[in-house]
């Protein structure tokens, strides 16, 4: 039986973020789709495919919370494990904004700490 390779949407303005995501995750046998700002990645979940999404807070013309909102709305991904990726911690945002976040992890981030996140919300 073949199985499917996850593939992981990961949204952040930070080229070396981008980078440093890829590099962890590398060995796990994922596909990483990295792209700069949230509008990008709700381009791309609208008609891609998706396991898991990654997400910075900050970014130009979408922020993850707005991006966040955005795919919820999605039929096809209303149930999509997202992750949280960000220097803000999530007292800084009300409570309703952060709905439907499956993990936060605050900046920086060791790799064995995102790495044991993504194998918590992915299912195998």
């Known amino acids: 039986m073949k199985t499917t390779t996850k ?3 990961h949204a952040d303005d930070s080229g070396s ?3 440093w995501v890829a590099e962890q995750l590398a060995g796990m046998g994922l596909k990483v789709v990295s792209v700069a700002d ?6 791309y979940l609208r008609d891609g495919r998706c396991d898991l999404l990654l997400t910075d807070l900050e970014m130009p013309n979408l922020d993850g919370l707005g991006l966040l909102a955005a795919v919820r709305e999605l039929p096809t991904h209303r149930f999509l494990p997202v ?3 960000s ?3 999530p007292g800084e945002f009300d409570p309703s904004r952060r709905q439907g976040v499956t993990g936060w992890l605050v900046k920086p981030v060791d790799g064995e ?5 993504v194998r918590r919300v992915l299912p195998e």
Do not use: M
Not at 113 to 117: A, I, K, N, Q, T
């Open 113 to 117: 700490h995102l790495r044991r996140w």
């Open 38 to 43: 949230g509008q990008v990645a709700l381009e």
């Open 7 to 9: 593939i992981v949407l």
């Open 87 to 89: 220097s803000k911690q």
């Open 17 to 19: 973020v981008r980078r």
């Open 83 to 85: 992750l949280v990726l």
